[in-house]
Nanobody, 130 residues
């Protein structure tokens, strides 16, 4: 079973920065795409950023464009989310997802991936205070 583990969450003041990391535990699993989603209490899970791991094309939600940057390190089987100028509305639990079969259906649109093909991490909490 492929496992993803997020890290790097925490509590910061408005305007601060955090860098999230997502490690895929299985070195034999080669994803074609990865993404970051977030879910605040009482709200639906929403897409934040996504990437095609082969070409490196990235996509961002309008709410985070210019502030968040998604990147990857193939050698470490890891994806990152650099979050700058954080705002209280960024407070949520952030989840990493990896996929290789249904990427075209969700990566450009930041919609939820196919549950049958995607692997999710347990999430890491980000809290931004004003």
């Amino acid at each position: 079973q492929v496992q993803l583990e997020e890290s790097g969450g925490g509590s910061v003041n408005s305007g601060g920065s955090l860098r999230l990391a997502c490690v895929i535990s299985d070195d034999t699993y080669s994803s074609n795409c990865m993404g970051w989603f977030r879910q605040a209490p009482g709200k639906e899970r929403e897409g934040v950023a996504s990437i095609y791991t082969g070409g490196g094309n990235t996509y961002y939600a309008d709410s985070v464009k210019g502030r968040f940057t998604m990147s990857q390190d193939h050698a470490k089987n890891t994806a990152y989310l650099q979050m700058n100028n954080l705002k209280p509305e960024d407070t949520a639990r952030y989840y990493c997802v990896a996929d290789r079969a249904s990427c075209m259906t969700w990566v450009p649109y930041l919609t939820l991936p196919d549950m049958d093909t995607a692997y999710w991490g347990q999430g890491t909490q980000v809290t931004v205070s004003s």
